[in-house]
């Protein structure tokens, strides 16, 4: 993405045309190096203007991570840790309709999506990583050694250091706050670079965080892009101890090549290509509004969602007709409408590949059962990011349609005959974040659910979630799990303590 920079001089007082994004370092709002546009998707108006942190301002930030670290912070107990968390928690809903207000301004999401999926889940994300440090234990075992004497070995658990924490646009403080409150939950200290796209509710949360008590340079926010900005200056940081991430499997390359010299751990989320497969055996209704929903959420920008739908023959007609008639219905509007269901895609210039996508499937045969299209609204709207809801039929497994990620409203829907062919095909791809089956038998719905080569396998529910349990992918969706004690595995170091009793 080429971002439209504008001098700004560190010392620059904050611009007047528009709202002045600042990075969050040790305590304190500072300028960056230069600043660049935010853009609402709804309309293409101008919001504010985010202040690139360069390599003084990144330098600084992992300064005061380290130098928090070794303060009180890194003195302080599971409990008093646990308590400040649940405090940020009940902060984070006392600021609740802020949160929405910045969220919504920068995504253009629905108003009801943002306050009962995003903002919702910030605060559930820190109460649960507080309940899950206060009850983790500790590996302990009674070593029997000859002669009748034991030793006790025991497993501390130690902070990892100083995390890079780096997140997408598509939910900015769902996925920030996911890794954020394990990060801290574990006694880490933190620098944060939110997505270029969505600078304003981490920035926001960095007030909150440090009314709710969180001590100066434990959570530092820097501002900017990925290579030769921000991103890259942090993940090539010699003071940087891990790097937690969540965008693109390429991003993620790009990552792991600039930790590799220094050997630094990575916990990766990464894209999906995630398949539904429709037994005929299903419930339909459910069924079909389960994968509307799966596909069209956030305007199909989760890395969840659903982009290849496979139905068994014998049903396949209805599903499509029903699934069409779901994506007509959809309501795209201002994002305080609350009769609108979908918002536009983050950025014209995400439009532009999605858009790219709808090309290439007409190339490559597709037929349009609903959507394709760029809407038009007839007033302001019609500067934003729009894109219509659609769905295609007559592709296959070899389309490059339907073996990359969109990330858009979008998924191509494909017949299939038996059992093992559904698994063999929803399988086909290099990707392996999620899948759901749709079916009333319960044994197949165990069988096909076990056998997807995935991180998450619904069965008649989509994006249904328990803070407890392992999140994340395989192949190219990522490296690790996250949630839960999994969380604490990446987010801690352990020391064993081995003694002759
Ligand atoms: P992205 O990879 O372009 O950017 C994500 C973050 O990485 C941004 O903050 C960006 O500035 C930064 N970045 C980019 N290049 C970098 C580099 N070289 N070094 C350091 N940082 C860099 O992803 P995106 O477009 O923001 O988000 C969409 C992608 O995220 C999709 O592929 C989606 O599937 C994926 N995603 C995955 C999950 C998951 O849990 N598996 C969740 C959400 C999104
Ligand atoms: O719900 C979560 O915890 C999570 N990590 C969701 C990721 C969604 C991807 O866009």
Redesign the pocket.
Known sequence: MTPQTTSLPATAPAPRTARAIRNFIDGEFVDGVRGFDKIDPVDGSLIGQVHEAGAAEVDRAVAAARAALDGPWGRMSVGERARLLRGVADAIERRFDDLVAAEVGDTGKPETLARDLDVARAAANFRSFADTVSSAGLDSFLTELPGGRTALNYALRKPLGVVAI??????PLL?LTWKLAPALASGNTVVV?????TPSSATLLAEILAEAGVPDGVVNVVHG???GSA??L??THPGIDGVT?????S?GS??MR?VAPRVRPVSF????KNAAVVFADADLDTAIAGLARSTYLNTGQ??LCTERIYVERAVFDDVAAGLAEQAARLRLGRPEDPATTTGPLISQAHRDKVRSYFELAQQEGATLLAGGGIPSFGDALDGGSWIEPTLWTGLDNSHRTVRE?V?GPVAALIPFDTEEEAVALANDTDYG?AAVTWTSDLSRGHRVAQRMRVGMSWVNTWYLRDLRSP?G?VGL??IGREGGHHSLEFYTEPTNVCVQL
């Open positions: 780096i997140v997408p646009w598509n939910l996925l670079k939110p997505s270029e796209e892009f990925g290579a991103g890259e942090l993940t991430f969540t965008g693109e499997s991003t790009a990552i600039a989320e990464l894209g999906g989760v890395c990620e990330f974040l999140f992918g969706s990522g």
